[in-house]
């Protein structure tokens, strides 16, 4: 298997034993304003092929909003329902590719989706998903929860309660939460570590409340860190001070 990305040592314990990984659409577009950049999506699956040869569960669902988000289409006019549709199947393409970059590298990767196209993509059942945990794969969820009206965010952690992941992971382009958005305020400060009442009441758009709510009901940690840095997700992994952590009040 060839990979750049330097693996855990023997003596390095990982701080999670599985992860979920919420991957923003926006992520595999690099620098281009639109798609996928070849050169940043074999980046990324040789990062998470690092993660995985550290001896850690990985499954990933991934956005589409490269391609197309459903309120895009809300915004001219079009039903929501479908508008979501459509932005569920830019998630499978987006996936397909994923997992193209990471068999090129020797990695073995599952597609599995929540609408069926079977022709390209495993329908999702949870305890094959598991299975495939458990047999070392890295898994790709598709298609969010294959209902219209909810959001990735909430496919991501609504996955993460059903294989028992011990953390969601959320990658996007900024290295944490802020008070305000720091492109456009650079006076924003970073949080090390929130609670989730404290995320939800000030709005700073860690997730959509519904995703929020499910993971605070049921404990489940967020990481949220930017994956664009080489390595930061192999140290989200490991335990480390990356990004911002929502836990638990």
Same mark, same amino acid.
């Given at each position: 298997m060839t990979s750049n990305t330097k693996e855990a040592s023997p003596e390095q314990a990982c701080f999670y034993?599985?992860?979920?990984?919420?991957?923003?659409?926006?992520?595999?577009?690099?620098?281009?304003?639109?798609?996928?950049?070849?050169?940043?999506?074999?980046?990324?699956?040789?990062?998470?092929?690092?993660?995985?040869?550290?001896?850690?569960?990985?499954?990933?669902?991934?956005?589409?909003?490269?391609?197309?988000?459903?309120?895009?289409?809300?915004?001219?006019?079009?039903?929501?329902?479908?508008?979501?549709?459509?932005?569920?199947?830019?998630?499978?393409?987006?996936?397909?590719?994923?997992?193209?970059?990471?068999?090129?590298?020797?990695?073995?990767?599952?597609?599995?989706?929540?609408? *069926?196209?079977?022709?390209?993509?495993?329908?999702?059942?949870?305890?094959?998903?598991?299975? *495939?945990?458990?047999?070392?794969?890295?898994?790709?969820?598709?298609a969010g929860t294959g209902n219209p009206y909810f959001t990735t965010d909430t496919a991501a952690s609504l996955r993460a309660m059903e294989i028992g992941a011990d953390v969601v992971l959320k990658g996007t382009k900024v290295d944490g939460v802020y008070t305000a958005d720091p492109v456009k305020d650079p006076s924003a400060i970073r949080y090390s570590t929130l609670t989730f009442t404290e995320a939800l009441t000030k709005q700073l758009g860690v997730m959509d409340a519904t995703a929020m709510s499910l993971c605070r009901d049921n404990q489940m940690p967020i990481v949220v860190f930017d994956v664009t840095k080489s390595g930061q997700m192999l140290r989200a992994v490991m335990g480390e001070s990356v990004g911002t952590v929502v836990r638990e009040d």
């Open positions: 034993k599985r992860v979920l990984l919420k991957l923003s659409g926006e992520v595999l577009m690099g620098d281009g304003g639109y798609g996928i950049e070849q050169d940043t999506i074999n980046r990324l699956a040789t990062e998470l092929i690092g993660v995985r040869q550290s001896g850690v569960d990985l499954a990933i669902v991934i956005g589409g909003g490269n391609i197309f988000r459903g309120n895009m289409g809300t915004a001219s006019g079009m039903d929501r329902a479908s508008a979501d549709y459509m932005g569920m199947m830019a998630t499978i393409m987006n996936a397909i590719a994923l997992q193209d970059a990471l068999e090129r590298q020797g990695a073995n990767a599952r597609v599995i989706s929540a609408l *069926h196209v079977k022709e390209v993509a495993e329908p999702y059942i949870r305890r094959r998903a598991v299975r *495939h945990l458990e047999k070392g794969r890295i898994l790709i969820f598709a």
